[in-house]
């Protein structure tokens, strides 16, 4: 397990759980999927099209587009950006992000 | 410089030279020095730094005149061979095309003009219906009808811009990057050529420098009339695939394609803003929104990727648009190719073209119908 | 069309305070912001959902983030979150995309404060997950309270390397190393005098120095990160001392195990809008290289276009938020609300305040300044443009076949065409390019502005309602000008 979430002082309402992968993380309401992600310790978002090389959260403001990931079938969402939802299927982005 | 395929310097004296280092001139350069003759190549920048670094390397036969098919195949053909035969990366992939109706006034035109081909020589297949909707779901309903034509190719501005400078350098012949040619003069039965990068002399020179090839001619005497479309290119975000045919429009302008990479290219000849002089060319808002509007109600899915990039680069066009090459008007030894509707399409065919012609060859395809004396004439001068 | 008095392109610490600033005054403004929710990077705001149950050490600017939220709300302000601008289709107009609400809007006067992001240094293994930039991490932190990994280390250049490390000891991380090029603690006497105009900030950076320390961690000055290693993350790095020229010396190199390396060699100005509406630019490295150039009055020389904070040089947030303020009284001055006496008693102040961050500024810049020296690290392997995969080998590759240009490499290598649109990459290309060639970087050609400024959906461009499509009798014949 490697990052994690900075409890004190907040109170982050109800968690709710999506899926990475098809594993199960947990998310609270307006967290961004990136954060949710490393918050259960995983941190690849991506495997580059031309070089099969992993890569993850870089920039962390959505200028890089390092952490694109697959979302309910969507290639290519800034996971930095975008706030897990109650059933979100995530899924690793390969290349262009063809379907599994 | 260590392995580079360009020279710093043009040598004093040279058998040919050719100015401009787009598809045409690299394309002659390359058979010229594959023929064993001694070629150097003059270019005002870096090769592929114009049209033929910016363009949508669609290459169609269906889109063309019937007066220009047979040239169209045969340079087809030479894009084929460059990898087929020359071990020449130029990213040639033939997935055919589709070309689209929209309209029942636009499937007429389409019948109509194919039929014209048909008789000129051009195979193709009408598509509608479930036949059209099982070769591409990925059309809008929209779309009526298409004409498909199994020769459609593309190649890629960007491998064959790396790849045929090398093959020129490979086969012996020189690039002078940086070289601008800034004059030109009959000398002793040849040509004195000054550059930016020194002096030179040839025996045999070939002009190859796209729209601004009429101003070289004028150094010459030759008042050929040369147009310039300011034509805009967008390329989207890489994706799965969306298409997998090159696709054009009989009723709008349209070209798309979706690369090896996953991008997708969108064009067709809709005009960016700009002039000529000073090389200002920036894209036109409202006419960028019209070619993305074209472009989605052919292929809808398009709607949910994201631009990335537009531009806009010229394309040298004749007042008759059709191609202008052959041997340059009142001056022995010296050639041109200069403008082509579809240049980059063409650009090999014009290359081996006017090679044949420099090696006294019969020419591959017959060549009458393009020559630019035709332009210095009549209506056109 | 959407009309506007006055239209401010970013909603962080300079957009916002303009904003606020102009709309007392009595001018309508929009603000256009491509975030879900306002601060921009330094205000990076919480979830709205997520609550505070009392104060932490993480929290202390609450109350100026608070009130700057708020003047989204603010009579006079039209504030559209989630709307990137893209391009600037005539003088006086920009485009910009949000879903189905894309449009344009035509404003009288425009302030343009894009803020900044981090400047790419590439060294050996800087792709792997686990590497990420210090501006990402504090983000992380100010808009997630997350920690992207456990044994941290910081390595960089410039104010963030500290402030980075005392947020992830503070927040509870295994703080290994934090390592800072630049040898600031020869340079302190140097720069005290100037930096003691912002005291609160020397304090600051006192109470950063000392929660690494009783973190336990290890700070070194004069040493640098040279490489990042691991397999399908990052699990070590490599550290060595690096002297004023940015020499490497990797006889004393130490390899250090850590799951998170954050990396900070400081900031650059987001100047492609600047650049899509023709600002002329000019190189500044210690505001963080090409920043538009401003006369009095903040305006660029595109008349009607004012550049503020970051996004006209790299000045931190105290910067920002003066700048910002003090053009929307320029603004409102221009647009006729305020007299010129009444516009002058509002700058005074204001002016005065710059004037000392500039001194702090001038300070920091002397404690912090280093030759970019990272050229060195690059190994034939080493990722350049990350968007497209394209090593530094390849790259020289090229260079050595002789093409060498920015265009040549562009064109036959991709870099800088992929979805970052060269944020990534283009600093490094000119870097290798100016190396080949002798020449300093600034005369190393950029290649030209294109739109959009950042990536639009395709959809949301459709929305405008656009004449009707003429189309050419003959699509064949040519339509553009006779050249010769
Ligand atoms: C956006 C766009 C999209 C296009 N799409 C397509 C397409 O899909 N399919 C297609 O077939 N065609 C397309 N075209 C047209 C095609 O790109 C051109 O017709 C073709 O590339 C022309 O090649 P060229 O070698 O004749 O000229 P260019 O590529 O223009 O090369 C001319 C060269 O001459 C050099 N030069 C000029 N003056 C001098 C001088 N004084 N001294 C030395 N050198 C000089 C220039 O630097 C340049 O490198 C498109 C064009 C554009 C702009
Ligand atoms: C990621 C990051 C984190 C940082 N964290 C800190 C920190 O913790 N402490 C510190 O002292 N300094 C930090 N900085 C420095 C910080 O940038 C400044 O101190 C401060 O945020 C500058 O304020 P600004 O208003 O100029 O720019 P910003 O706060 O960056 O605001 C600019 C806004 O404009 C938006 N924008 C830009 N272009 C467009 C466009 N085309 N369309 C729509 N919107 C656009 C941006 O998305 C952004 O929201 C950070 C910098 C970065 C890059
Ligand atoms: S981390 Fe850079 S875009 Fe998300």
């Given at each position: 397990?490697?990052?994690?979430r900075?409890?004190?002082?907040?109170?982050?309402?109800t968690?709710?759980?999506?899926?990475?992968?098809?594993?199960?993380?947990?998310?609270?309401?307006?967290?961004?999927?990136?954060?949710?992600?490393?918050?259960?310790?995983?941190?690849?978002?991506?495997?580059?099209?031309?070089?099969?090389?992993p890569?993850?959260l870089?920039?962390?403001?959505?200028?890089?587009?390092?952490?694109?990931?697959?979302?309910?079938g969507?290639?290519?969402v800034?996971?930095?950006?975008?706030?897990?939802?109650?059933?979100?299927?995530?899924?690793?982005?390969?290349?262009?992000?063809?379907?599994? | 410089?260590?392995g580079?395929?360009?020279?710093?310097?043009?040598?004093?004296?040279?058998?040919?030279?050719v100015?401009?280092?787009?598809?045409a001139?690299?394309?002659?350069?390359?058979?010229?020095?594959?023929?064993?003759?001694?070629?150097?190549?003059?270019e005002?920048?870096?090769?592929?730094?114009?049209?033929?670094g910016?363009?949508?390397?669609?290459?169609?036969?269906?889109?063309?005149?019937?007066?220009?098919?047979?040239?169209?195949?045969?340079?087809?053909?030479?894009?084929?061979?460059?990898?087929?035969?020359?071990?020449?990366?130029?990213?040639?992939?033939?997935?055919?095309?589709?070309?689209?109706?929209?309209?029942?006034?636009?499937?007429a035109?389409?019948?109509?003009?194919?039929?014209?081909?048909?008789?000129?020589?051009?195979?193709?297949?009408?598509?509608?219906?479930?036949?059209?909707?099982?070769m591409?779901?990925?059309?809008?309903?929209?779309?009526?009808?298409?004409?498909?034509?199994?020769?459609?190719?593309?190649?890629?501005?960007?491998?064959?811009?790396?790849?045929?400078?090398?093959?020129?350098?490979?086969?012996?012949?020189?690039?002078?990057?940086?070289?601008?040619v800034?004059?030109?003069?009959?000398?002793?039965g040849?040509?004195?050529?000054?550059?930016?990068?020194?002096?030179?002399?040839?025996?045999t020179?070939v002009?190859t420098?796209?729209?601004?090839?009429?101003?070289?001619?004028r150094?010459?005497?030759?008042?050929?009339?040369?147009?310039?479309?300011?034509?805009?290119?967008s390329?989207?975000?890489?994706?799965?695939?969306?298409?997998?045919?090159?696709?054009?429009?009989?009723?709008?302008?349209l070209?798309?394609?979706?690369?090896?990479?996953?991008?997708?290219?969108?064009?067709?000849?809709?005009?960016?803003?700009?002039?000529f002089?000073?090389?200002?060319k920036?894209?036109?808002?409202?006419?960028?929104?019209?070619?993305?509007?074209?472009?989605?109600?052919v292929?809808?899915?398009?709607?949910?990727?994201?631009?990335?990039?537009?531009?806009?680069?010229?394309?040298?066009?004749?007042?008759?648009a059709l191609?202008?090459?052959?041997?340059l008007?009142?001056?022995?030894?010296?050639?041109?190719?200069?403008?082509?509707r579809?240049?980059?399409?063409?650009?090999?065919?014009?290359g081996?073209?006017?090679?044949?012609?420099?090696l006294?060859?019969?020419?591959s395809?017959?060549?009458?119908?393009?020559?630019?004396?035709?332009?210095?004439?009549?209506?056109h001068? | 069309?959407?009309?506007?008095d006055?239209?401010?392109?970013?909603?962080?610490?300079?957009?916002l305070?303009?904003?606020s600033?102009?709309?007392?005054?009595?001018?309508?403004?929009t603000?256009?912001?491509?975030?879900?929710?306002?601060?921009?990077?330094?205000?990076?705001?919480?979830p709205?959902?997520?609550?505070?149950?009392?104060?932490?050490?993480f929290?202390?600017?609450?109350?100026r983030?608070?009130?700057?939220?708020?003047t989204?709300?603010?009579?006079?302000?039209?504030?559209?979150?989630?709307?990137?601008?893209?391009?600037?289709?005539e003088?006086?107009v920009?485009?910009?995309?949000?879903?189905a609400?894309?449009?344009?809007?035509?404003?009288?006067?425009?302030?343009?404060?894009?803020?900044?992001?981090?400047?790419?240094?590439?060294?050996?293994?800087w792709?792997?997950?686990?590497?990420?930039?210090?501006?990402?991490?504090?983000?992380?932190?100010?808009?997630?309270?997350?920690?992207?990994?456990?044994?941290?280390?910081?390595?960089?250049?410039?104010?963030?390397?500290?402030?980075?490390?005392?947020?992830?000891?503070?927040?509870?991380?295994?703080?290994?190393?934090?390592v800072?090029?630049?040898?600031?603690?020869?340079?302190?006497?140097g720069?005290i005098?100037?930096?003691?105009?912002?005291?609160?900030?020397?304090?600051?950076?006192?109470?950063?120095?000392?929660a690494?320390?009783k973190?336990?961690a290890?700070?070194?000055?004069?040493?640098?990160?040279i490489?990042?290693?691991?397999?399908?993350?990052?699990?070590?790095?490599?550290?060595?001392?690096?002297?004023?020229?940015?020499?490497?010396?990797?006889?004393?190199?130490?390899?250090?195990?850590?799951?998170?390396?954050?990396?900070?060699?400081?900031?650059m100005?987001?100047?492609?809008?600047?650049?899509l509406l023709?600002?002329?630019?000019?190189?500044?490295?210690?505001?963080?290289?090409?920043?538009?150039?401003?006369?009095?009055?903040?305006?660029?020389?595109?008349?009607?276009?004012?550049?503020?904070g970051?996004?006209?040089?790299?000045?931190?947030?105290e910067?920002?938020?003066?700048?910002?303020?003090?053009a929307?009284?320029?603004?409102?001055?221009?647009?006729?609300?305020l007299?010129?006496?009444?516009?002058?008693?509002?700058?005074?102040?204001?002016?005065?305040e710059?004037?000392?961050?500039?001194?702090?500024?001038?300070?920091?810049?002397?404690?912090?300044?280093?030759?970019p020296?990272?050229?060195?690290?690059l190994?034939?392997?080493?990722?350049?443009?990350?968007?497209e995969?394209?090593?530094?080998?390849?790259?020289?590759?090229?260079?050595?076949?002789?093409?060498?240009?920015?265009?040549?490499?562009?064109?036959?290598?991709?870099?800088?065409?992929g979805?970052?649109?060269?944020?990534?990459?283009?600093r490094t290309?000119?870097?290798?390019?100016?190396?080949?060639?002798?020449?300093?970087?600034?005369?190393?050609?950029?290649?030209?502005?294109?739109?959009p400024?950042?990536?639009?959906?395709?959809?949301d461009?459709?929305?405008?309602e656009l004449?009707?499509i003429?189309?050419?009798?003959?699509?064949?014949l040519?339509?553009?000008?006779?050249?010769?």
């Open positions: 397990m490697t990052g994690f900075i409890t004190d002082g907040i109170d982050r309402g968690a709710f759980q999506f899926t990475c992968d098809g594993e199960s993380v947990t998310a609270y309401p307006g967290e961004s999927i990136a954060a949710a992600l490393m918050a259960a310790g995983k941190r690849q978002t991506r495997v580059t099209a031309r070089r099969q090389m890569r993850g870089y920039c962390g403001m959505g200028v890089c587009w390092e952490c694109i990931m697959i979302v309910n969507k290639p290519a800034r996971a930095c950006m975008t706030p897990a939802e109650p059933g979100m299927k995530v899924e690793t982005q390969h290349g262009v992000g063809d379907p599994a | 410089m260590a580079s395929v360009f020279v710093e310097t043009p040598p004093r004296d040279a058998e040919i030279a100015v401009g280092g787009g598809v001139g690299m394309s002659t350069a390359l058979f010229l020095a594959r023929a064993g003759r001694d070629v150097v190549v003059l005002r920048g870096v090769p592929w730094g114009d049209a033929s910016a363009n949508a390397g669609t290459l169609s036969l269906q889109v063309k005149r019937t007066e220009v098919l047979d040239l169209c195949k045969l340079s087809l053909d030479v894009w084929k061979r460059f990898g087929a035969e020359m071990d020449i990366d130029v990213g040639f992939g033939q997935p055919g095309g589709l070309r689209v109706a929209t309209t029942e006034a636009e499937v035109h389409l019948r109509e003009y194919s039929e014209e081909q048909r008789q000129g020589g051009l195979e193709f297949e009408w598509m509608e219906g479930n036949q059209l909707r099982d591409a779901p990925w059309l809008s309903t929209s779309v009526r009808a298409a004409t498909f034509c199994r020769e459609d190719a593309y190649s890629s501005p960007l491998l064959s811009g790396g790849a045929l400078p090398a093959a020129v350098g490979k086969a012996g012949g020189r690039i002078v990057g940086h070289a601008e800034t004059d030109l003069k009959r000398e002793d040849g040509y004195r050529i000054e550059t930016k990068r020194g002096a030179l002399r040839v025996k020179l002009i420098a796209g729209p601004w090839s009429g101003q070289l001619a150094m010459l005497d030759v008042a050929l009339p040369i147009y310039v479309d300011v034509n805009m290119l390329v989207t975000e890489p994706a799965p695939k969306i298409l997998d045919r090159v696709i054009t429009h009989i009723g709008g302008i070209s798309l394609k979706q690369l090896a990479n996953g991008t997708i290219l969108i064009g067709g000849g809709w005009q960016g803003r700009g002039r002089a000073g090389m200002e920036f894209a036109d808002h409202v006419r960028l929104g019209q070619n993305l509007t074209t472009a989605v109600s292929v809808p899915d398009l709607a949910k990727l994201r631009l990335v990039r537009t531009w806009a680069g010229y394309e040298a066009v004749a007042p008759d191609p202008a090459f052959g041997r008007p009142n001056n022995d030894g010296a050639y041109i190719a200069a403008a082509a579809g240049g980059f399409t063409f650009g090999p065919a014009q081996l073209l006017i090679s044949e012609m420099i006294d060859k019969p020419p395809t017959p060549i009458g119908r393009f020559d630019p004396a035709r332009l210095l004439t009549g209506a001068a | 069309m959407r009309e506007t006055l239209l401010v392109v970013g909603a962080g610490a300079a957009g305070s303009a904003a600033e102009a709309a007392k005054h009595g001018l309508a403004v603000v256009l912001d491509d975030n879900l929710l306002p601060g921009g990077q330094y205000f990076r705001r919480l709205t959902g997520y609550h505070h149950t009392h104060e932490t050490v929290d202390k600017e609450r109350q983030a608070n009130a700057l939220y708020a989204t709300g603010q009579k006079g302000i039209t504030y559209l979150n989630d709307a990137v601008v893209w391009e600037s289709p003088n006086g920009l485009a910009f995309a949000r879903g609400d894309s449009g344009r809007i035509r404003a009288k006067l425009t302030i343009i404060a894009s803020g900044a992001h981090d400047r790419p240094a590439p060294f050996p293994g792709t792997l997950p686990g590497v990420v930039t210090a501006g990402g991490l504090q983000n992380l932190l100010k808009g997630q309270r997350v920690i992207p990994g456990r044994r941290a280390i910081v390595a960089g250049n410039g104010p963030l390397v500290l402030l980075v490390g005392a947020t992830l000891a503070r927040a509870g991380a295994e703080l290994r190393e934090v800072e090029a630049a040898p600031i603690l020869k340079r302190l006497a720069s005098a100037d930096l003691i105009a912002m005291p609160k900030i020397v304090r600051q950076a006192v109470d950063y120095r000392l690494i320390m973190s336990g290890r700070l070194r000055t004069g040493w640098t990160v490489e990042a290693r691991g397999a399908d993350e990052l699990e070590e790095v490599v550290l060595a001392p690096i002297d004023a020229t940015g020499k490497v010396d990797r006889s004393r190199a130490r390899a250090v195990k850590a799951d998170l390396l954050v990396v900070g060699f400081g900031l100005p987001s100047i492609e809008l600047v650049r023709d600002c002329k630019l000019e190189w500044k490295p210690l505001r963080g290289g090409w920043v538009p150039v401003r006369g009095a009055d903040f305006e660029t020389s595109r008349p009607g276009v004012l550049a503020v970051d996004g006209a040089g790299i000045g931190g947030v910067m920002a938020l003066r700048e910002g303020k003090l929307g009284v320029i603004a409102a001055e221009r647009l006729g609300k007299s010129r006496d009444q516009a002058a008693n509002l700058k005074a102040p204001i002016q005065a710059i004037a000392k961050v500039e001194t702090f500024r001038r300070g920091l810049e002397r404690l912090y300044a280093m030759p020296a990272f050229l060195d690290l190994t034939p392997e080493t990722i350049v443009c990350r968007c995969d394209v090593t530094a080998g390849e790259l020289r590759a090229r260079q050595d076949a002789g093409f060498g240009s920015t265009a040549a490499l562009k064109g036959t290598t991709r870099t800088t065409m979805r970052c649109q060269g944020r990534n990459c283009l290309l000119s870097a290798l390019i100016a190396q080949a060639s002798g020449q300093p970087i600034e005369q190393v050609t950029m290649p030209r502005p294109r739109l400024a950042r990536l639009v959906t395709i959809g461009l459709l929305q405008e004449p009707p003429e189309m050419p009798k003959d699509p064949h040519p339509r553009g000008e006779r050249v010769s």
